[in-house]
């Protein structure tokens, strides 16, 4: 699996997120992302610069929850120049203001509430919405798994990748240990996303600060 390596701690991105990032960029990590909140448009912007000088490609994550933030969200990616857009539910507007900018969307299937964000649907719903995204053009979807509520996480990642064929599964949220990330590549996701779980060093306890427990992922996926 692709790992998404979130500067995001506690679903925000995190105040020093430029220093961290400077940390962690020789190691090769393929995909690097931020939240639309807990930082300005110009650290954001800077953080998107420097990811793309490192090699890697940018990505968003959208936690708003109105359509309007959503939207407002959608088009400050597209003036960052984010590669990918995660999360929201609008693939209409994401195929009007991401698709000419060549940004690929992956929309959160399912219920998702709140901040911290859980998860609520039923598998059946879940393969909905990822056969409604897949027709829409969207790259694939950002599957809440393990922030579910209603459902096993693991059920509702064999939904998704049932569902949306060659679409690219990406699981968010609550990854805090190699065997879920065993769990999830078993279950067909094609990428993962860490954040808080680097920072508060619970994936690879005992490997001390961000650039350490990173290492440790990487070799995990490569392994």
């Known amino acids: 699996m692709d790992f998404i390596f979130m500067l995001t701690r506690d679903d925000r991105?995190?105040?020093?997120?430029l220093e961290v990032f400077d940390v962690v960029a020789d190691l090769g990590i393929p995909f690097v992302g931020f939240k639309d909140v807990g930082a300005d448009t110009a650290t954001l912007g800077e953080l998107?610069?420097?990811?793309?000088?490192?090699?890697?490609?940018?990505?968003?994550e959208v936690v708003s929850t109105t359509s309007q933030r959503?939207?407002?969200?959608?088009?400050?990616?597209?003036?960052?120049?984010?590669?990918?857009?995660?999360?929201g539910q609008d693939a209409a507007y994401a195929a009007e203001i991401l698709s000419p900018a060549g940004i690929d969307y992956y929309p959160f299937p399912g219920a998702p509430r709140g901040h911290p964000t859980e998860l609520g649907g039923c598998e059946d719903a879940i393969a909905r919405d990822c056969r409604a995204a897949r027709d829409a053009g969207c790259a694939g979807v950002d599957l809440l798994a393990y922030r579910?509520?209603?459902?096993?996480?693991?059920?509702?990642?064999?939904?998704?990748?049932?569902?949306l064929g060659d679409g690219y599964l990406i699981?968010?949220?609550?990854?805090d240990?190699?065997?879920?990330?065993?769990?999830?590549?078993?279950?067909g996701a094609d990428a993962f996303t860490i954040g808080t779980?680097?920072?508060?060093?619970?994936?690879?306890p005992g490997q001390a600060g961000p650039r350490a427990q990173c290492r440790a992922v990487l070799e995990a996926c490569a392994a």
Request: charged content about 25%; overall charge positive; some cysteine.
């Open 70 to 87: 959503i939207r407002e969200s959608m088009f400050t990616a597209r003036e960052l120049g984010v590669d990918r857009v995660l999360g």
């Open 48 to 60: 998107t610069r420097r990811i793309h000088a490192s090699g890697a490609r940018a990505c968003m």
């Open 171 to 175: 699981v968010a949220g609550s990854i």
């Open 177 to 187: 240990s190699p065997q879920r990330m065993r769990t999830m590549a078993d279950a």
């Open 197 to 204: 779980a680097v920072f508060e060093e619970t994936i690879f």
């Open 13 to 17: 991105t995190v105040p020093d997120c």
């Open 148 to 163: 579910a509520v209603e459902a096993d996480p693991v059920a509702l990642a064999k939904a998704a990748r049932r569902a």
